[in-house]
């Protein structure tokens, strides 16, 4: 069973658009997200580097009594 050309509903240009801005919303919600993680990536990496030194800190401080 093959289907023609006939019963093969045509795409319109309105569903051309619905698409693209259906594509266009998913692709910015997703750099939304990547936007956030990065972030969070970048506040965990500072707390860890003031956690490190302040804990460095405390060592050299603690060694020289």
């Known amino acids: 069973m093959t ?3 006939a019963t093969t509903p ?8 619905h698409k693209a801005i259906h594509i266009k919303d998913m692709t910015e919600a ?3 997200l990547v936007a956030e993680e990065r ?3 970048m506040v ?8 490190a030194a302040v804990s460095l800190a405390y060592y050299l401080g603690a ?3």
Do not use: F
């Open 3 to 5: 289907e023609t050309l």
């Open 10 to 17: 045509a795409i319109t240009v309105d569903d051309l658009k």
């Open 30 to 32: 997703e750099v939304r």
């Open 39 to 41: 972030m969070t990536q």
């Open 44 to 51: 965990v990496i500072g707390v860890v580097a003031v956690l």
């Open 63 to 65: 060694r020289r009594r």
